[in-house]
């Protein structure tokens, strides 16, 4: 009988038989491995087989059989390989995924890996997800993130994209996450928004989903019997998977999956390799959002402990200050009497005493001398007092006013003029009236060295924010930065006790109670001081 197939031949040539190509050269002296991979696929092998079997020999049929069950065996090996090919290839990428998820403690990282491998054609290809996450505060289950396109040229630009780029999932999520996350909660804010559910609707699909703990394929949602209408117009799809995120019982949220583009079916297999990529999801989110509200909390136990601290060495220093305030209270109390006794008898004397006395110079300079004691014992009492300020709200421009009143006749023995811009509407500030008043009359009075172009003094107050300003320019006297700033350090000034010792004592004044006192030259314009007043209460604030 003469063969159509090769396969009798222990050698052929190129081109004697239609399955050998370039490529398949080592084929052509192999007849065994000829007949094993082209012969049995061969057509001119198959009628070969079918004029054997019809010349009546009797192996015929058993050849026939042999060669069809090895087709069949190889059809079925052929699947197992492109079977295991795709599970392969599905344990890499949820070996990828899980790394990810495992070394992560970052909730925006989690998720936005997450999604991806849900929507990535190298993950599980899905053309949109939705997350919604359970808010145990408030009992619901509300709309968190979305990734997906919402049409065909947004889709196919997307693709194309990914196509290009050929990035694996760990950098196409962190692409994601640094490019588009935001961009895709404002493209899908409109259903996100109205993606919210209580948990105590048990009817609803969603919460059904939860509750049962296992995935769920929607099929023909607009005429589901368990699916709101509503719900199903939101999504705009007919068909949809429904993938609850549980870990250790816990409802932690529900992916909602769907090829709202392509309009792909979605099988079973779909569904239950997506189910083995939620448990690893849901404990990553649950790991990640008890680690985010750790941070919270230990942030608010930190800022907690500052604050002790702070109060504590607030303590420690009131309690020195109080220990400073009764020794130069009593110290004071015990000066001020003979102090007194001795101003009052040397005044006495020099009324009584004629002007061309030589003794008059004398007693003149014991009087000046008792006067200057007496205002530094002043500013050690007010120092004391200080310690204590009684706080309530009052009138600032009225204040400025009673003390530019009070310091008039100072003013006008120093040659100067004073300017008063009052601001408009002011509410009242929340400060103690006697400290700030001995305040503003010590720095309109105060008595430093150096002299600018012209005694003038201007006062503004404003209202900045939730403050009152107010700024006050000394155009009649000038000293360097440096002897300003060390003035205002109390009892360190390098002058003469008596003077600049107030302008120290009314900053620790005014510090007690939080209100912040600024010194600043102007070169050859005199000082600037400006003091910032609150028009809250503390607890207000």
Request: charge should be negative.
């Amino acid at each position: 009988m003469d063969w159509e197939c090769c396969w009798d031949k222990d050698a052929i040539a190129l081109g004697d038989c239609p399955n050998i190509r370039e490529g398949d050269e080592d084929l052509l002296e192999s007849p065994r491995r000829r007949i094993l991979e082209k012969c049995c696929d061969c057509p001119n092998f198959k009628r070969d087989l079918e004029r054997f079997q019809a010349s009546g020999h009797p192996l015929g049929p058993v050849f026939c059989l042999i060669h069809d069950e090895y087709r069949r065996q190889q059809i079925h090996i052929q699947s197992l390989i492109s079977f295991l090919d795709s599970k392969s290839l599905e344990i890499r990428f949820l070996h990828e995924l899980g790394s990810v998820l495992q070394s992560s403690v970052d909730l925006e990282e989690v998720l936005s890996v997450a999604l991806t491998a849900i929507t990535a054609g190298r993950g599980f290809g899905m053309n949109r997800a939705f997350l919604l996450m359970v808010d145990n505060k408030r009992d619901h289950l509300h709309g968190y993130l979305a990734i997906g396109p919402r049409n065909f040229e947004e889709a196919h630009q997307v693709w194309d994209e990914i196509a290009h780029n050929d990035m694996d999932l760990q950098t196409l999520a962190q692409s994601f996450r640094e490019n588009k996350l935001t961009a895709e909660r404002v493209k899908f804010h409109d259903i996100l928004e109205q993606l919210s559910v209580p948990l105590s609707n048990t009817t609803h699909i969603l919460v059904k989903a939860l509750d049962g703990k296992k995935p769920l394929l929607v099929e023909d949602a607009y005429h589901h019997p368990d699916v709101d209408p509503e719900f199903a117009r939101l999504l705009g799809v007919d068909t949809f998977l429904l993938m609850p995120l549980v870990s250790r019982n816990r409802r932690v949220g529900m992916i909602i999956a769907d090829n709202c583009i392509t309009h792909r079916h979605i099988t079973e297999e779909d569904m239950h390799s997506l189910e083995t990529f939620t448990f690893p999801v849901a404990f990553a989110i649950e790991r990640a959002s008890l680690y985010e509200r750790l941070q919270e909390e230990l942030s608010r136990v930190t800022e907690a402990h500052t604050k002790l601290k702070l109060q504590q060495e607030l303590i420690v220093r009131m309690e020195k200050m109080a220990l400073v305030g009764r020794i130069t209270s009593s110290i004071a109390h015990s000066i001020r009497n003979p102090l007194m006794i001795i101003g009052g008898f040397a005044r006495s004397m020099l009324k009584n005493t004629p002007a061309g006395d030589p003794k008059r110079n004398f007693i003149e300079s014991i009087v000046g001398e008792a006067r200057q004691l007496e205002g530094v014992l002043d500013e050690i009492l007010n120092y004391s007092d200080s310690l204590y300020p009684t706080k309530d709200f009052w009138d600032i421009n009225q204040l400025v006013e009673t003390a530019l009143h009070d310091s008039a006749d100072t003013l006008r023995t120093s040659g100067y003029q004073s300017t008063f811009s009052a601001g408009s509407e002011l509410p009242p500030a929340y400060i103690d009236f006697k400290q700030v008043s001995y305040c503003l009359r010590t720095i309109i009075q105060c008595d430093l060295n150096g002299a600018g172009r012209e005694r003038l003094m201007d006062i503004h107050t404003r209202r900045v924010d939730d403050t009152i300003v107010i700024r006050i320019q000394d155009h009649g006297r000038y000293i360097s930065q440096e002897e300003l700033d060390a003035i205002l350090v109390p009892f360190s000034s390098t002058q003469e006790m008596g003077a600049g010792l107030g302008l120290a004592l009314c900053k620790t004044m005014l510090e007690k109670q939080g209100i912040p006192l600024y010194a600043q030259t102007v070169p050859e314009d005199g000082i600037i001081f400006t003091i910032i007043l609150p028009i809250r209460k503390e607890e207000q604030q």
